[in-house]
């Protein structure tokens, strides 16, 4: 049936509402039954792939009208925010006219083909395209702007099966997204829907209070209780089940800053800081006996830092410059536990062990590092390749995940195969470096049949089964600190986030974040000479600027609000002096220079010239 379905009509434009009704009973059918699929033989394959994009491509066209045009610059040909009867002629061909969800068959099967056809089919070249995942987004994001501004709560609720249908679109891009990262996880987000949770703060710090405690949160989530179990007015209580759904059943739909939000809070703790005690000179060894020791249960504790024979105060600035200087150490070759790749992040090295025989229990120091790192708000240098920020995230991983560890691999290997007929032309069996990918891969043959399997076995024994130790006790550490739970919601982009913070210092946001002591105010000539001086310069001098005041180059997620304490400029009245910083208080203290190129000179100058280390001046 299914054969016969996609063989009459695969080759021209399918109308009939009958057909489509048809198609989607085969595409059920079809993702039901995909583990028996793929053992069929694979024209028949072909023909039912070349089936569903006949589909695929006619629910596209169907969609268009409702979004801009080609160039993204223009307005749709038909506003979905009009009530005329155009378009509500338009809305109704396509289901979007009645709550019911009368006639959405199209958006249905564009559901069941984007969950159920296979990721290596999906996003060839010809079957979805960026252009056409663009469509969907958007169209997606119309509908909910549509149907928020008329009944925001019933949103939340999904009562209407127009939004249940756009959600669980919007829900599949960001499962596959997750795999393979086509788009950023900013192009999900509802601005809509952030505009309500911000304006809801009363609400947003109720549930905060709630998520404290494990058994409402579970009690809520589940959808069970009613208000007066929680002690909240009805109203509050449809707004918090609404702030609830967004952050817990469609986190997709939020930014990161909010997520991050809730994140803090469920981990957060009020008990007094613990004092890690570590040498400059010493610094791997001496952090990796410090933070072995602490207990699992003071994980979570404020960090205050101690460098020995240093006469320091630690508010902020101690900590963050340790912090720093750790993550940059970390990956240092010298240490053998990471090797960069060529996209600039950093992987675990498969011969770590080969002369560190506790190489292990590095790792796992390494992961509890890393999750206090998101705990503190302290942006680090390093990136980590996504292969293992989605190990953390317990996330799947695609064959895409290696062209950001050798891009020349990728290109010259795994693409090749993938695009190309290997018949006669390479001789591989089921093995690489005479290990079998799976049971005796040494004796079965690469085919251009079976070189899909082939290529997903190949890359996760080099992303994960070479350094799948070195992964499990990295991961191990980081759960010490931050349970696998707390990261679903996140997009491995959004961890990296988490992790490393924002790449580019804003001046805007700098200058709307600052204070001023000592005969400096926001007027004064010299603060504007200053603004203008680090407008004019590029990203990494910025980054320069930023070490040097506060003792870490990068900014964080939630920009010069989050940073603590805030940036202040002290007035210095000796002109001759060479502007000087306290990171401990992120002070800059600025010589009342009134000369535009005479304050780039010295700034500049102590900028690139400053040393790590603390000291009053």
Not at 498 to 514: F, P, Q, R
Request: aromatic share 10%; charged share 25%.
């Amino acid at each position: 049936t299914l054969s016969a379905l996609f063989m009459s009509h695969m080759d021209y434009h399918v109308e009939t509402e009958e057909m489509y009704q048809l198609a989607r009973e085969a595409a059920t059918a079809l993702i039901a039954d995909k583990h028996s699929f793929k053992d069929l033989d694979p024209a028949f394959q072909s023909i039912c792939w070349k089936g569903c994009k006949v589909y695929f491509e006619d629910i596209i066209s169907s969609l268009k009208p409702f979004c801009s045009s080609e160039d993204g610059m223009g307005s749709p040909s038909i506003d979905i925010q009009a009530e005329d009867e155009t378009t509500n002629k338009a809305k109704r061909a396509i289901g979007l006219y009645s709550k019911d969800g009368h006639n959405l068959y199209r958006v249905e099967l564009l559901v069941l083909l984007l969950r159920g056809v296979p990721e290596k089919v999906l996003y060839s070249q010809s079957f979805l395209s960026v252009e056409q995942l663009a469509v969907i987004l958007e169209f997606a994001h119309r509908v909910l702007d549509w149907l928020w501004a008329r009944e925001p709560l019933e949103v939340s609720a999904r009562s209407d099966a127009r939004v249940k249908l756009c959600l669980e679109l919007l829900s599949t891009l960001d499962k596959r997204n997750s795999v393979h990262a086509l788009f950023s996880p900013q192009a999900l987000y509802h601005p809509a829907i952030e505009d309500y949770i911000a304006g809801h703060p009363k609400d947003l710090e109720q549930l905060k209070g709630i998520y404290r405690s494990s058994s409402a949160g579970s009690r809520l989530s589940r959808g069970g209780g009613d208000s007066a179990s929680f002690g909240l007015k009805e109203g509050a209580h449809a707004t918090l089940r609404a702030i609830h759904f967004f952050l817990k059943r469609a986190p997709f739909l939020v930014s990161i800053g909010i997520k991050k939000q809730l994140l803090s809070v469920s981990l957060e703790s009020h008990d007094p800081p613990i004092v890690l005690k570590v040498k400059r000179h010493d610094l791997m060894e001496s952090s990796l006996q410090s933070w072995m020791a602490i207990k699992r249960v003071d994980l979570r504790r404020p960090l205050k830092v101690e460098f020995e024979g240093e006469n320091t105060v630690d508010i902020h600035g101690v900590k963050r410059e340790y912090l720093t200087m750790l993550a940059r150490e970390i990956v240092q070759a010298k240490w053998k536990l990471f090797l960069p790749c060529t996209d600039g992040t950093y992987r675990p090295n498969p011969q770590s062990g080969l002369e560190n025989p506790d190489h292990l229990q590095w790792f796992e120091f390494v992961g509890r590092f890393l999750g206090k790192i998101l705990l503190e708000k302290t942006p680090i240098e390093p990136h980590l390749s996504v292969f293992v920020l989605k190990k953390l995230s317990d996330l799947r991983l695609s064959y895409f995940d290696v062209a950001g560890i050798d891009d020349q691999y990728f290109e010259h290997t795994v693409s090749w195969i993938r695009d190309n007929d290997i018949t006669n032309v390479l001789m591989l069996t089921f093995q690489e470096n005479g290990v079998p990918l799976c049971k005796d891969g040494d004796k079965i043959t690469v085919t251009n049949e079976n070189k899909r399997e082939y290529l997903d076995l190949l890359v996760e024994f080099k992303l994960k089964h070479e350094v799948e130790s070195q992964l499990q006790a990295m991961r191990r550490g980081f759960n010490d600190v931050i349970p696998h739970e707390q990261l679903q919601g996140f997009a491995p982009l959004e961890v990296d986030m988490l992790l490393s913070g924002l790449d580019t210092v804003e001046v805007g946001d700098l200058v709307a974040n600052v204070d001023y002591m000592m005969g400096y105010e926001e007027s004064s000539e010299t603060i504007q000479l200053l603004w203008k001086v680090l407008d004019q310069w590029d990203d990494s001098m910025r980054a320069q600027f930023m070490k040097f005041v506060t003792g870490c180059p990068r900014v964080p997620l939630g920009g010069f609000a989050d940073l603590q304490p805030r940036i202040t400029i002290q007035q210095v009245s000796d002109i001759q002096k060479l502007p000087t910083a306290q990171t401990c208080f992120n002070r800059l203290k600025l010589p009342d220079y009134r000369n535009e190129e005479v304050l780039r000179q010295k700034l500049e100058m102590a900028v690139l010239e400053g040393h790590e280390g603390f000291a009053f001046s």
